[in-house]
């Protein structure tokens, strides 16, 4: 099996070559696919996880993700602010998020042509989930390929948006996405996200619960074949001290 090191995903970022403000698209394709490869891209898709109210106590698993998010988002920020050239890196560095960076750079490069226009239609139905990759990450990267059609004045039927990513769903989630397609009442969008983020939630439970309980048989296995052992050994010293 190849590893990928941070030394090889350093070396990738630094062979893409500098946005100087032309061929946008294809520079932004790049950018993404390496942004997805060290696995920050999700800045720019997921919103940051909320500070807790005034008198709300946090769990220690909350704020870890908080700090990680703000680290990623830094680091995302920087590598995209890394594969800008001088100019644009000068005009580009003072935007905060790396959110809010990828979308000026969209307004400011995808005009309002044919191309652009084709670009983004096929992004969306050509789009195709993955398994390996949070299924709540991918559906919020498609949001934000629809965004940009409102941005392009192009129009969707929302149940056609809905149905093709319920089409788009990954290989291990055919049961659920037949049962989806099923159902005997229409779904929005926001209701689809709200049935995808229990769905990977309860997959999450069930993924720790298994783990936690293979854990568990592994252990039981080895303390019965310690016991086992240890039998074995006493009846041969037995059989030993019986022959002398």
Same mark, same amino acid.
Do not use: C
């Given at each position: 099996m190849a590893f990928v090191t941070l030394k090889d995903m350093g070396s990738d970022f630094h062979r #893409?070559?500098?946005?100087?403000?032309? +061929?946008?698209?294809?520079?932004?394709?790049?950018?993404?696919?390496?942004?997805?490869?060290?696995k920050v891209y999700y800045v720019i898709v997921n919103p940051r996880p909320p500070e807790p109210g005034e008198n709300e106590e946090e769990s220690v698993a909350k704020t870890h993700e908080r700090l990680r998010w703000d680290q990623d988002d830094e680091i995302c920020r920087g590598h995209i602010l890394n594969g800008m050239s001088n100019t644009l890196f000068d005009a580009y560095h003072t935007v905060k998020t790396a959110k809010e960076l990828w979308n000026q750079l969209e307004r400011r490069y995808i005009t309002e042509d044919a191309t652009s226009k084709r670009f983004i239609v096929s992004k969306f139905f050509d789009y195709k989930m993955v398994d390996g990759r949070s299924v709540m990450e991918q559906f919020n990267e498609i949001k934000s390929? $629809? +965004?940009?059609?409102?941005?392009?004045?192009?129009? #969707?039927?929302?149940?056609?948006?809905?149905?093709?990513?319920?089409?788009?769903? @990954? @290989?291990?989630?055919?049961?659920?996405?037949?049962?989806?397609?099923?159902?005997?009442?229409?779904?929005? $969008? +926001?209701?689809?996200?709200?049935?995808?983020?229990?769905?990977?939630?309860?997959?999450?439970?069930?993924?720790?619960? &298994?783990?936690?309980?293979?854990?568990? #048989? &592994?252990? #039981? &296995?080895?303390?019965?074949?310690?016991?086992m052992l240890r039998k074995t050994m006493k009846m041969k010293w037995n059989l030993e001290g019986a022959n002398e």
């Open positions: #893409l070559e500098h946005f100087d403000g032309g +061929d946008f698209v294809r520079w932004q394709r790049k950018m993404h696919f390496l942004l997805v490869t060290v390929i $629809l +965004d940009r059609y409102s941005q392009h004045k192009l129009a #969707l039927d929302e149940f056609i948006v809905v149905t093709s990513i319920i089409d788009k769903l @990954p @290989p291990s989630w055919k049961n659920f996405r037949n049962n989806l397609k099923h159902r005997k009442e229409d779904i929005n $969008l +926001d209701e689809l996200g709200t049935h995808l983020r229990i769905e990977e939630d309860l997959r999450k439970e069930e993924k720790s619960k &298994s783990e936690g309980s293979n854990h568990f #048989l &592994s252990k #039981l &296995s080895k303390r019965k074949v310690n016991v």
